[in-house]
């Protein structure tokens, strides 16, 4: 039977050592140092994804494998997703693979609007995505995403009135709850500024030093 999971209960029942909930995905990234090794680890997962009937997003590249795991029908994380990640760990573990939780991340490109089906036709060529596949089918304007599963996602917030003096397009960058106030710091130090920690951990608001602003986001506060 699939159970659906928030993503504070799918993070208790995971191995901490590789998983993190980003997006309502679990996600992690096995350092596996050679193309030869990372295709290994990406035959096996295939062969465990195949016995369960349950498949990951892998992106393969020569010094690391990235695994993402949801449940697409139900738009989030199931019990379906913490078995196939367990049987990856296994896998990993069998094979001496360590993870690089840090390396994880999502970005998105968020475009503040005042007429969503006006432009969204727009971004929606341009880019060649295609609309991401949602519970419910009456949202308006679900994010747009590259149906190679490569570049980030754009997402359309409604706005109520014209704003002067301020960005209308801005980064969303997910990153795992227990790095992104190390990586706030870090951006900080490195020239930028806080906007606002109102909604933290759900996400602060960070700007470099013109005002260009990227939202760190994490799960938290969310379920």
């Not at 980003?22 to 195949?50: P, W």
């Not at 009456?138 to 599963?149: I, T, W």
């Not at 900080?188 to 602060?204: E, K, N």
Request: glycine share 6%; net charge negative; with cysteine.
């Amino acid at each position: 039977m699939t159970t659906r999971l928030t993503s504070s209960q799918a993070t208790d029942q995971v191995d901490a050592r590789h998983w993190r909930v980003l997006l309502n995905r679990l996600e992690a990234s096995f350092r596996t140092g050679s193309f030869e090794r990372g295709l290994e680890l990406t035959t096996r997962i295939g062969a465990a994804a195949e016995i369960a009937g349950h498949h990951p997003d892998i992106h393969l590249t020569y010094p690391s494998v990235h695994v993402a795991v949801s449940t697409h029908e139900v738009g989030g994380l199931t019990s379906r997703d913490v078995a196939l990640a367990v049987a990856i760990t296994a896998i990993a573990d069998g094979l001496g693979l360590a993870s690089d939780v840090a390396a994880l991340g999502t970005l998105e490109v968020a475009i503040d609007a005042l007429d969503i089906p006006g432009v969204y036709p727009f971004w929606q060529t341009v880019l060649a995505y295609k609309s991401e596949n949602v519970p419910s089918p009456d949202d308006p304007a679900p994010a747009l995403v590259d149906p190679a599963g490569l570049g980030p996602s754009v997402w359309f917030q409604q706005m109520d009135a014209p704003r002067s003096q301020r960005n209308r397009i801005h980064f969303d960058l997910t990153l795992p709850h227990d790095i992104a106030e190390q990586r706030i710091a870090a951006a900080i130090s490195a020239g930028g500024h806080l906007v606002s920690d109102r909604r933290a951990p759900a996400f602060w608001i960070l700007a470099d030093a013109e005002g260009n602003e990227v939202c760190i986001c994490t799960w938290q506060a969310r379920d």
